[in-house]
């Protein structure tokens, strides 16, 4: 990357498809902003970078790019291969980590203190955070997976009590659905997940819970 390029990544602040880090401090923290970019829609990790764009420079290229390409082998699973490039700028070296988004969602973080893979965590990108995804989007990103099974679509009564209710709450949450149709979460779960991968509906991220909404008008 050319400095002029990196100068004006670094001036449009972090973002979504942009994080900054000083410094690498262990390979469990930068594999889950890795992880984050992959399960979203990609994006550049910059290594060298104060939190307000300030450019510090990193010490040894060689430790840090060892210690990425350590966080994507064996903290991610499946494995991400990111492309990595130390830019100059101002004099000082900048690691530059371009994370494509994955076919493979969704990727998860592990450590050395999970040993069950059912609890490795994925993450997933929220404007400028990077934030544990909920067991729904999970399950939404399992869906978009390349392997994944296309998904047939059967509209029944609880489907539709749900198409009425939305046209006048405009969301609902999982909990809200199996008190409105009266099952249990896990199935009210399952079902708005179907529908996302479907097409019908989309998940939304919140600070206190996920949320589903209609994509487009749909006649019930």
């Known amino acids: 990357m050319k400095p002029r390029d990196l100068k004006?990544?670094?001036?449009?602040?972090?973002?979504?498809?942009?994080?900054?880090?000083?410094?690498?401090?262990?390979?469990?923290?930068?594999?889950?902003?890795?992880?984050?970019?992959?399960?979203?829609?990609?994006?550049?990790?910059?290594?060298?970078?104060?939190?307000?764009?300030?450019i510090r420079g990193i010490e040894s290229e060689k430790s840090d790019i060892d210690l990425v390409e350590h966080a994507?082998?064996?903290?991610?699973?499946?494995?991400?291969?990111?492309?990595?490039e130390v830019a100059n700028i101002y004099d000082l070296d900048v690691l530059v980590v371009y994370v494509a988004e994955s076919p493979n969602k969704p990727h998860k973080v592990s450590d050395d203190s999970i040993e069950h893979e059912s609890a490795l965590r994925a993450y997933i990108r929220v404007g400028e955070k990077s934030v544990i995804a909920s067991r729904e989007m999970t399950r939404v990103l399992a869906g978009t997976n390349v392997s994944s099974k296309p998904v047939t679509l059967s509209i029944g009564d609880k489907e539709r009590r749900l198409f009425v209710y939305l046209e006048t709450h405009e969301k609902?949450?999982?909990?809200?659905?199996?008190?409105?149709?009266?099952?249990?979460?896990?199935?009210?779960?399952?079902?708005?997940?179907?529908?996302?991968?479907?097409?019908?509906?989309?998940?939304?991220?919140?600070?206190?819970?996920?949320?589903?909404?209609?994509?487009?008008?749909l006649k019930v």
């Open 8 to 54: 004006e990544l670094i001036e449009q602040g972090e973002s979504t498809t942009l994080e900054f880090k000083r410094k690498i401090s262990s390979p469990e923290k930068i594999a889950k902003e890795i992880t984050a970019f992959a399960n979203t829609i990609g994006g550049y990790l910059l290594i060298g970078v104060d939190d307000d764009g300030t």
């Open 72 to 84: 994507c082998r064996f903290h991610i699973s499946p494995p991400i291969e990111p492309e990595i």
């Open 172 to 217: 609902v949450t999982v909990k809200e659905f199996a008190t409105l149709v009266n099952i249990s979460v896990r199935r009210a779960e399952r079902l708005l997940v179907r529908l996302v991968k479907a097409g019908v509906m989309q998940i939304h991220v919140d600070t206190a819970h996920d949320y589903f909404t209609l994509r487009g008008k």
